[in-house]
């Protein structure tokens, strides 16, 4: 295969980039009246309108020739076949049989890994309910009344997300909290308010040897230990109040916890692939079993579309596709994630990992170095808070930012008025993002407010706005579990696609683990009270400054 910026398609895309009326999205809708209905998609209940991104048929036409001599859908199906596209940790991709509906099998080296998965469902499903409907208690008798997830990334970020998304289902369940960050402030002011006799720790750890999350789980195993009424022993208090969702069934049994509270997974699910997993317990015990099914319902349907429908009508091909356009062609170094949905409030922190853990690569799969931008920065806030804070840089910055809004057209808490105005907020920036407002516009208001002359032509250049703009919808009746897991699906179909044209491996991060390895040398050092040796002149000063404001020195 030639390299990717050889192929036919990827020069063709330059050439079509370099045209003047490149950006031009306004001309687009104005040369083509059924633009909006054209440009829509519709897939596992979601809606994508990617009407407002600078993209004409030719266009398209052109991304999905890229598509296809990037071997897209051999990779796509490589992928579903269980086949080992990990190939730096030689492992098969299979977030996708997690959430497998069918009876279709999914092998693994020959063996059908659904029977395993099925069985582990049904325990979270059993141990779920038993923790909800109280059959299930602490030491003292006391059911549970808050649970606490203690985990960090993907384990931390995808039920974190999953579970706020879902809070208005979330009746009768215990509370849910969560714990990532190794700083003591996190788990202390967690557990501050909790009755230790009615919490429930679960440790979500794949490899259940990750310094912040296992730090966290023996000092709130001590925590219980020390406020536990009766507390007994270590074995009884572990053993009735933790739980974990981990591969690693030594390192579970080595802390405390009986193979009967934990829920397995495999090597072929990835961190950030992982909430589909044991590691949505958390999700399963705050909004019951039946949500979490739903939950992975909705991923299945995104994954049988992206699986079967044709190229120019597949969303998560579409929604890469244009991605790339906007990053290798059009230079937008950025991409904005504008939930309109307070309860998606963590959305763009997870596919800020989703994405930029997967795609933020320099070498290729060959073990080359790219020529070639790869994975954008990801980031965003919920509207409407960001609309008073950073949009003012996506309607008039001088880098162009292409943003995706979503929103549901339905609120799950009532408040109609509210939604009515959150709803009128999304669609008008997404509005003016496209149509701007020329300088004469801007003059014409002036002077009816009775500013003219020079002084309107010095307001009106810093109030016009330059418009085409870019932004896809992403629209959706409810924000219910089956919408959530068609948008994350969807989302993780995106990054599989943008990784595929791109050559890389998207399921590996070789990139966090210099710091890890560092932190162990300075923690030694810090511990110590001097700097070995080894450190570069800044990292050393540092370390003797802290070591002298702790007294070690
Ligand atoms: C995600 C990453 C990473 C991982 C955390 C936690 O894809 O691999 O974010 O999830 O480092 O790892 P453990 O689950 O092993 O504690």
New binding site residues.
């Given amino acids: 295969m030639a390299r990717l910026t050889e192929r036919n398609s990827w020069k063709a895309l330059e050439a079509h980039a370099a045209r003047p009326q490149a950006r031009d999205i306004v001309g687009l809708f104005a040369s083509d009246p059924r633009r909006a209905e054209r440009y829509s998609l519709e897939a596992a209940g979601l809606i994508l309108d990617f009407s407002k991104n600078p993209v004409s048929d030719q266009t398209v036409q052109l991304l999905l020739a890229l598509a296809a001599e990037s071997s897209v859908a051999e990779q796509t199906q490589a992928m579903f076949d269980g086949r080992r596209i990990n190939v730096t940790e030689n492992r098969p991709v299979l977030h996708i049989a997690l959430r497998n509906q069918s009876q279709r099998p999914i092998c693994v080296d020959g063996r059908d890994v659904m029977p395993d998965v099925r069985a582990v469902l049904h325990r979270l499903r059993e141990f779920s309910e038993s923790v909800r409907n109280g059959t299930l208690r602490g030491s003292t008798g006391k059911p549970f009344a808050d649970v606490v997830n203690i985990?960090?990334?993907?384990?931390d970020l995808g039920p974190l997300t999953i579970y706020s998304a879902l809070r208005p289902f979330a009746q009768r369940g215990p509370r849910l909290h969560f714990v990532s960050n190794v700083d003591g402030a996190h788990l202390a002011a967690t557990v501050a308010d909790l009755d230790p006799e009615a919490t429930l720790f679960i440790v979500?750890?794949?490899?259940?040897?990750?310094q912040e999350?296992m730090t966290n789980a023996r000092s709130a195993r001590e925590w219980l230990l020390t406020n536990l009424n009766g507390a007994e022993s270590l074995d009884s208090v572990v053993g009735q109040h933790f739980a974990a969702a981990s591969t690693n069934l030594d390192e579970t049994g080595a802390f405390g916890i009986p193979p009967e509270r934990v829920f397995g997974f495999w090597d072929w699910v990835?961190?950030?692939y992982?909430l589909w997993s044991a590691i949505g317990l958390p999700i399963a015990l705050a909004v019951g079993f039946r949500q979490f099914d739903r939950l992975l319902a909705g991923a299945y349907a995104m994954d049988e579309h992206f699986r079967n429908a044709p190229a120019h009508v597949n969303m998560p091909l579409l929604l890469a596709l244009i991605g790339v356009w906007h990053t290798n062609f059009l230079d937008s170094p950025t991409h904005a994630v504008l939930p309109y949905a307070q309860d998606l409030s963590w959305l763009p922190m997870h596919l800020q990992?989703l994405d930029m853990?997967s795609n933020g690569k320099s070498i290729d799969r060959a073990g080359d170095t790219v020529e070639y931008t790869t994975g954008p920065i990801i980031w965003g806030a919920p509207g409407t808070n960001g609309q008073h804070a950073f949009f003012q840089h996506l309607h008039q910055g001088t880098q162009v930012t292409p943003c995706d809004f979503i929103v549901a057209a339905k609120s799950e808490w009532g408040m109609a008025e509210h939604h009515e105005i959150l709803l009128a907020n999304c669609i008008a920036q997404s509005e003016a993002l496209l149509r701007g407002r020329t300088k004469d516009e801007v003059l014409e208001e002036l002077q009816a407010r009775g500013i003219k002359g020079q002084e309107a032509q010095r307001l009106a250049a810093h109030r016009s706005f330059p418009g085409n703009r870019p932004s896809s919808t992403i629209l959706m009746e409810r924000l219910d579990a089956h919408s959530v897991g068609a948008l994350i699906a969807l989302y993780e179909h995106k990054v599989f696609v943008q990784g595929a044209i791109w050559n890389i491996n998207s399921f590996d991060?070789w990139g966090?683990e210099l710091g890890k390895g560092l932190a162990k040398e300075v923690l030694n050092d810090l511990r110590a009270g001097h700097a070995s040796p080894d450190h570069d002149q800044s990292t050393a000063a540092l370390i003797k400054r802290i070591c002298a404001m702790r007294g070690k020195q």
């Fill in positions: 985990g960090i990334g993907g384990s979500s750890s794949k490899t259940f040897t990750t999350t990835g961190g950030r992982s990992q853990e991060q966090v």
